[in-house]
């Protein structure tokens, strides 16, 4: 009864909805556009508003394959559409057209408007961004017919500016019952949870799925358990089995933006990467460390750098140095269980000591790696850090 009531209820809604798109001409979501600052300039096309009454855009995000859609008001040429289907687009037909975003803030693709064409949002002469930090537009956009669109301006003041903001790693907890803890940064890191998934192992996550958020995963052996975010938490078939057993590692090794199972055994890393089906491809990495494996992009090229811990001391390998030991090793001064994850959403991961199982010590990249913390979680367990709400 429940299920049938919930169903008519969308359908009722779905017909509504219908209803104000026929009345409205165009489809509209509230999006996520500042009220006040929302405005860009043409100077051939005047003011475009980009978070209308009757609409806006919405800023998705969905790590590297974040996107827009929606639409923005111009007075003097009309709706513009900032996408064409479903985000993340190809741009190759006039059914898949539309303005993505890469998780540095970069916006690239086309948006399209009834009576001025295609608009750029990456040109030769220049590149519209968004504030990985501050959430606010700037640079020119192209369009052939009206000339250059500017989101930011000082006088007169004009600015879009959208509550994205890049992707954040969320501290979580795992504890021994196989209960997950999540403190989500753009909950204030309160607390939520226990979720449970029925299976208590080692505990990981890694976006494997590739839609920007952290699908939560169990390794037993050489069996792994992976629920994916973009199907509702299912678990993702399987188990998986490669075959190997050892400290199961994930992260995106070949930067095709979904992560790659990893086992590591002394100093001999085994990685299948999705990008090659996640066959072996004959790669065995060696780089002569043994200790506690992990991998997060350091460097921040997008390319998961390995790393081994031992005590106080960090080894990590750059990948874009073509994995070569970055200086040092590191040392922080502390031991403990080590994470590493981009907690201020700079693009390269801080490393992270968890002591005790609940005091979280951590380097920011951002502030040069001083030290900051130690943060009490308050649940004692495996303590893991990923996005798990892609933002
Ligand atoms: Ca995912
Ligand atoms: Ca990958
Ligand atoms: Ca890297
Ligand atoms: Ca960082």
């Given at each position: 009864m429940i299920t049938s009531n919930a169903h008519s209820m969308q359908a009722g809604k779905r017909v509504l909805f219908l209803l104000a798109l026929f009345a409205a001409g165009a489809v509209f979501a509230e999006g996520n556009i500042s009220a006040t600052n929302k405005f860009a300039w043409s100077e051939n096309a005047g003011w475009q508003n980009w978070s209308p009454t009757n609409g806006g855009v919405t800023v998705h995000a969905?790590?590297?394959n974040s996107y827009l859609s929606g639409y923005a008001w111009a007075e003097n040429i009309g709706w513009i559409k900032?996408?064409?289907?479903?985000?993340?687009?190809?741009?190759?037909t006039a059914d898949n057209y539309g303005v993505n975003l890469d998780r540095d803030g970069n916006l690239s693709g086309y948006a399209w408007s009834e009576t001025c064409g295609w608009i750029n949002f990456n040109p030769t002469h220049s590149q519209a961004v968004i504030s990985p930090t501050t959430g606010s537009f700037d640079g020119y956009a192209w369009a052939e017919n009206i000339g250059w669109i500017h989101f930011?301006?000082?006088?007169?003041a004009y600015n879009v500016c959208t509550s994205w903001r890049a992707s954040l790693a969320d501290p979580a907890i795992v504890d021994i019952l196989g209960n997950w803890y999540l403190c989500l940064a753009r909950n204030g890191y309160l607390m939520s949870g226990p979720f449970n998934f029925n299976v208590s192992a080692r505990p990981l996550a890694a976006d494997?799925?590739?839609?920007?958020k952290a699908d939560p995963a169990m390794v037993d052996g050489t069996l792994w358990y992976v629920w994916f975010t973009g199907a509702g938490?299912?678990?993702?078939?399987?188990?998986?089995?490669?075959?190997v057993l050892g400290d199961p590692v994930a992260a995106?090794?070949?930067?095709?933006?979904k992560a790659d199972p990893a086992m590591v055994i002394n100093t001999l890393w085994y990685v299948w990467f999705s990008g090659s089906?996640?066959?072996?491809?004959g790669v065995t990495w060696n780089f002569g460390v043994a200790g506690d494996p992990l991998a997060a992009d350091?460097?921040?090229?997008t390319l998961a750098d390995p790393a081994m811990v031992i005590g106080t001391w960090w080894y990590v390998w750059f990948t874009s140095t073509?994995?070569?030991?970055?200086?040092?090793?590191?040392?922080?001064g502390v031991a403990g269980d080590p994470v590493a994850a981009?907690?201020?959403?700079?693009?390269k991961a801080d490393p992270a000591m968890v002591v005790d199982n609940a005091l979280w010590y951590v380097w920011f990249s951002s502030i040069g790696y001083q030290p900051s913390g130690p943060y009490y979680l308050g649940v004692s367990g495996t303590p893991i850090a990923a996005d798990f709400d892609g933002q």
């Open positions: 969905a790590g590297t900032m996408g064409a289907g479903t985000g993340s687009y190809a741009n190759t930011k301006n000082t006088s007169p494997f799925d590739g839609d920007g938490y299912q678990l993702s078939g399987g188990p998986w089995n490669f075959g995106d090794f070949d930067g095709d933006g089906g996640y066959q072996l491809n350091f460097d921040g090229d073509g994995y070569q030991l970055s200086g040092g090793p590191w040392n922080f981009d907690f201020d959403g700079d693009g």
